[in-house]
């Protein structure tokens, strides 16, 4: 059984910082490409960052510069570390893996506010 389990979520204030993990098991995740998604209520699911298989990353314009994606294939993790946090950033943040399958983490609310 493939499971993707999110974790790091939180409470923060503006400008604070973040780290989502996405731990997965049942797939080795150094063969998928993995991302972050965010969605807000009434809102589509949007990208937030990926990483390739070979490490490369694309990033939505809205967290360019702010958040970091990576991955540590040993531990089967992927990360999300997300500075200079702003209130338009709050929302439940899910974990992606894709190959010719694709599956979904079950979500972390992220909470920025004073």
């Known amino acids: 059984q493939v499971q993707l389990v999110e974790s790091g979520g939180g409470l923060v204030q503006p400008g604070g910082s973040l780290r989502l993990s996405c731990a997965a098991s049942?797939?080795?995740?150094?063969?998928?490409?993995m991302g972050w998604y965010r969605q807000v209520p009434g809102k589509q699911r949007e990208l937030v960052a990926l990483?390739?298989?070979?490490?490369?990353?694309v990033y939505a314009d809205s967290v360019k510069g702010r958040f970091t994606i990576s991955r540590d294939n040993a531990k089967n993790t992927v990360y999300l570390q997300m500075n200079s946090l702003k209130p338009e950033d709050t929302a439940v943040y899910y974990c992606?893996?894709?190959?010719?399958?694709?599956?979904w983490g079950q979500g972390t609310q992220v909470t920025v506010s004073s």
């Open positions: 990483i390739g298989t070979g490490g490369n990353t």
């Open positions: 992606n893996a894709r190959n010719y399958l694709t599956y």
């Open positions: 049942g797939i080795m995740l150094s063969t998928y490409a």
